[in-house]
């Protein structure tokens, strides 16, 4: 298990670890070449000058990690074990101060309504219980984003071995109304918002139209700069930035797009000619009062009295998102190729793509008649003809 040395005044901790081997393949044999543990590695963590407190820390560590090694889970772990691992695996994600608010909301809702002391007592009940809950408090969004961070929490304590089975596994998340996804696809409401924004004031119809024609989030926008708007080139770049935002100063100083994807989405025309009509000074393209970055709640209300004047039935929340979806499901319907849309609204995974894409009867039709045409002979003609002619 672990050992003992002492260095100068200081007990330190010994144990080996193995290195995993970057050239295993698990579908061949396993061999002394093709092993996953390449070697060991030892490493020594100093714990205290006191030779007392050094064995106490020693019998918990050789307990713990032997029943991991015997695939056996801790059964004296506790909820306050849990978020202290999680609190360590969320410094090395270097996750965004928002997602971390998420989770400790989560957490700090999660011991209100359950009181959690040890791991082995959160059964399939107590998260039955905790749903039951929940739902009264929070609307389904807000309840199947806490499903999905307590679950993503016991997968973790599975792996780190402070848990034995994912009592939210088998929890069912809330159906709810995606009123964005109708509003963003009835072009007419979209229409009467981008009217409504013009008649109102230049400023704000120039900030609605960029999320319409470019798809970029609400942080991209307000942190959007004019040195990001190529006109010449037919760009709208989203690139990482220095930044003394509040938010921003919180890490480090540098604003990133949401998943580090950086991208270049092509100009509309309709945004190139209100841009050329509201050109825009140097720095950042939709300042606040301050000359600074504009908070997200603060254009949050003002699309919430833009919806209000357009006399649209507003989302809940996220209404920014709704333009977002929009410019999305407009280029998905187009035929727009969903590879070259997941860069064009910086996804991370092809799949988040699929959720813009809403087959209806009249695309589908669009679609038969294209591969009736095929199946009449034009396509094949067609393939005939580049053959010969690349024979000739």
């Known amino acids: 298990m672990s050992g003992r040395r002492k260095f100068g005044n200081k007990f330190y901790l010994t144990y080996k670890i193995k290195i995993p081997n970057p050239a295993f393949n698990p579908s061949l044999p396993a061999n002394k070449k093709n092993n996953p543990s390449h070697e060991w590695k030892s490493k020594a963590v100093p714990v205290s000058k006191d030779r007392a407190t050094f064995e106490e820390f020693k019998a918990k560590f050789d307990y713990k990690h032997g029943r991991r090694k015997l695939h056996l889970p801790d059964d004296k772990s506790t909820f306050a074990d849990l978020l202290a691992e999680f609190e360590e695996h969320i410094k090395e994600k270097r996750l965004k101060p928002k997602s971390c608010s998420r989770y400790h909301d989560t957490f700090n809702s999660f011991k209100k309504i359950v009181h959690p002391d040890r791991m082995s007592d959160v059964t399939v009940n107590v998260a039955r219980g905790w749903k ?122 540098l604003w990133t797009p949401k998943s580090y994807q950086q991208r270049r989405v092509p100009l509309h025309a309709r945004l190139r000619a209100a841009l050329k009509q509201h050109p825009r000074a140097p720095g950042i393209t939709f300042p606040g009062l301050d000359g600074g970055v504009r908070t997200a709640r603060s254009v949050e209300k003002l699309f919430e009295r833009l919806f209000v004047k357009a006399k649209v039935p507003r989302p809940p929340r996220e209404l920014v998102h709704v333009f977002r979806h929009a410019f999305g499901s407009e280029n998905a319907k187009a035929g727009i190729p969903l590879p070259t849309l997941r860069v064009w609204m910086g996804h991370k995974d092809i799949r988040t793509t699929m959720i813009y894409y809403h087959e209806d009867d009249a695309h589908s039709q669009e679609m038969m008649r294209k591969a009736e045409r095929y199946s009449r002979g034009d396509g094949e003609n067609l393939v005939k003809r580049k053959i010969c002619f690349r024979r000739e």
């Not at 997968?155 to 509003?183: C, D, M, S, V, Y």
């Open 132 to 253: 039951e809950a929940r739902t009264s408090q929070v609307a389904p969004a807000t309840f199947n984003l806490d499903l999905r961070n307590l679950r993503s929490a016991w997968k973790k304590a599975i792996l780190w071995g402070l848990a034995e089975e994912n009592p939210f596994a088998q929890i069912e998340p809330l159906k709810q109304t995606h009123r964005r996804r109708e509003i963003a696809a009835d072009p007419d409401a979209v229409e009467k918002l981008l009217t409504a924004a013009e008649k109102w004031n230049p400023e704000y119809w120039l900030l609605a139209m960029t999320a319409r024609f470019s798809g970029l989030r609400l942080s991209e926008i307000t942190h959007l700069q004019t040195a990001g708007l190529d006109m010449a080139g037919g760009w709208v770049k989203v690139e990482a930035h220095p930044c003394a935002c509040r938010e921003c100063e919180k890490i480090g100083g």
